[in-house]
T-cell receptor
Framework: KQEVTQIPAALSVPEGENLVLNCSFT??????LQWFRQDPGKGLTSLLL?????REQTSGRLNASLDKSSGRSTLYIAASQPGDSATYLC?????????????FGKGTLLTVNP | ETGVTQSPTHLIKTRGQQVTLRCSSQ?????VSWYQQALGQGPQFIFQ???????GRGNFPPRFSGLQFPNYSSELNVNALELDDSALYLC?????????????FGPGTRLTVT
């Protein structure tokens, strides 16, 4: 059974800092990994999708890496801004028998202070 | 291009009642997945519908049921509501049922059971 863990559970940083969010998963047989952003009480906004054959993806100030063999992904946010404050969720799509669903971590609550 | 929409936004029900939540998939998408997100947790997979058939189901009891219509919109029905059913219900649409396709999430329906 796939399990996804995100560390830290919460992070508070001053504006302008570079930061790294961590995600680990127990079963390396995945199709892809997605990072999402969730504002309080809202739905999920997809940030980056990394296919299993890829090592990283970049979008603006965001860079996500994937090491499938070790079951790890990181989301790097450069020059953080107060508007980046949200919960960041990592999710993996398994291959094999349950290859129709995303398995999520519990998220990292990020607060960027002005 | 219209994104994923869900209705209603908020809903308050009494224990033992039944509820129906609705989701309109993004244009061109034939697959809808439903997730339940309890407060402070990551979303949990309920089930997926692909071309009007259930294509996979998570660890939820039979009182959680669904439908997909010929236009690929979908309903989630929950019978005999329990207090623990209080959560944010998210639907996601995708161009296909498997892990190679990116999931696009709607804004969610907040269900409160009293």
């Amino acid at each position: 059974k796939q399990e996804v863990t995100q560390i830290p559970a919460a992070l508070s940083v001053p504006e302008g800092e570079n930061l790294v969010l961590n995600c680990s998963f127990t079963d390396s047989a995945i199709y892809n990994l997605q990072w999402f952003r969730q504002d309080p009480g809202k739905g999920l906004t997809s940030l980056l999708l990394i296919q299993s054959s890829q090592r990283e993806q970049t979008s603006g100030r965001l860079n996500a890496s994937l090491d499938k063999s070790s079951g790890r992904s990181t989301l790097y946010i450069a020059a953080s801004q107060p508007g980046d404050s949200a919960t960041y969720l990592c999710a993996v799509f398994n291959s094999g028998g349950s290859n129709y669903k995303l398995t999520f971590g519990k998220g990292t609550l990020l607060t960027v202070n002005p | 291009e219209t994104g994923v929409t869900q209705s209603p936004t908020h809903l308050i029900k009494t224990r033992g009642q039944q509820v129906t939540l609705r989701c309109s998939s993004q244009s061109g998408h034939n697959t809808v997945s439903w997730y339940q997100q309890a407060l402070g947790q990551g979303p949990q997979f309920i089930f997926q519908y692909y071309r009007e058939e259930e294509n996979g189901r998570g660890n939820f009891p039979p009182r959680f049921s669904g439908l997909q219509f010929p236009n690929y919109s979908s309903e989630l029905n929950v019978n005999a509501l329990e207090l623990d059913d209080s959560a944010l219900y998210l639907c996601a649409s995708s161009p296909g049922p498997y892990g190679s396709y990116e999931q696009y999430f709607g804004p969610g329906t907040r269900l409160t059971v009293t």
